[in-house]
């Protein structure tokens, strides 16, 4: 297997290594088109938070001509900044980082470089709508790939979406090279089952499914391969309302609610505006607050941290399918999750996370990874009033050090961990700018 490497290396090593691609990879060539790939009538994305439609036969079919059914398939995954990671080798050549995404349909590629390299030809080009539900972006269908996902599942045949730009960013947001997201078309004909404390997501037959004594069952709805939740919710001194939500493993954000979804909301008296998460086409902009209470199923969860975000009035309601938002990983990896997706029912038991608090960054400074390594932190933005911002922290300051220890000790994940300590922790960045060193100290505090 060849170990993992940052994108730019894995293109070098594709280039200088083709002869290898040209024995191994099948599609060099470019496969013919399949028969059904004419008769798709439309396909669309929204996410983080995204949904492709196909036609239903194409995922049934390729596990036919890939052979038998297995009863059961384990994926281990890596958990990284709230988001399911795991690995994929694309086409035989390139081993990349998936996200596991129950919020999208289909499986999408964000680095059209390596179907460059490859020469895969594109089908056809396909406009797509970003997660902001306003910007429209450019997408390329590819057909007959071969993906290994794990160490033992298979896809012989598989259609995939190439993005032509990476739009989603993930490097950025997580310091970690990520390459694309595994939709529903990969796993909606199984049993899912997600276990955050082993790291295993296990994908098991119908026929061989038996529904365990020790979870509690919940109704949802299977929309467009997507799994959507009603639960009462309590936003802020007010009744329990139901609200829909979208149950989104893409998402790293531990709630999402739209503000102008219909739902009367009060919302909550204290609010941060900022950047609320990361989807297709960039980053969301929004007001960050808590929750006073929040229902899955017998289970309470109380001042979740949520994200507040205004719908544009040109949404699609067909893509929302009357949802109020979205829950993602932060409050679903406080459970043993199962989704049965042909009886339309979840599965859930708290596991050793339940109880825990929601953290967030109490410095007011958004920090992104860049540089071939993603080991240069910037200061992507600031929140005015927040301690680093009185303490003279700007918008594209580097930081060089935390503490006193040279960021090249830390990974992304380390230095937010390190921003969302307890209240009233002594603060020292050292800050490169405009080639200064500079030092600047401050106190943690709570802000929301």
Known sequence: ?????????????????????????????????????????WLLIFSGWSWVAFPQSISERLWQSGGKLPDKIEIPFEYSNNLILVKVVFNRVFPLKFVFDTGAEFTILTHRQFTDILQIPYERDIRIVGADMDQTLLAHLITNIHLQIGPHMVLPRHPMLVLEEDYFRYEEMTGTPIHGIIGADVFRNFVVKINYKTKLITLIRHAKFKPPHDYTAIPIEVYKNRPFLTTPLRVYSDTLKNAKFLLDTGASV?????????????????????????????????????IQQMNIGEYQLHEVLTS?????????????NGRNGTIGNQVLSRFHLIFDYWHQTLYVKPNKWFKKAFKYDKSGIVVIASGMHFDRFIVHDVLPGSPAFHAGVRRGDQIVSLNRMPVSFFGLKDITAFLSKKEGKKIRLGIKRNGRRIFIRFRLKKLV
């Open 254 to 290: 531990a709630v999402i609610l739209n503000t102008n979804s219909g739902l009367p909301l009060q919302l909550p008296p204290t609010l941060i505006t900022g950047r609320i998460g990361i989807g297709l086409g960039g980053y969301l902009d929004g007001y960050l607050g808590r």
């Open 1 to 41: 297997m060849i170990p993992y490497r940052t994108t730019e290396n894995l293109l070098s090593f594709a280039q200088n290594n083709r002869h290898l691609a040209q024995k191994n990879g099948q599609a060099l060539d470019g496969p013919e088109i399949d028969e059904q790939m004419k008769n798709i009538l």
């Open 308 to 320: 507040f975000q205004e719908l544009p009035g040109t949404a699609n309601p067909d893509l929302l």
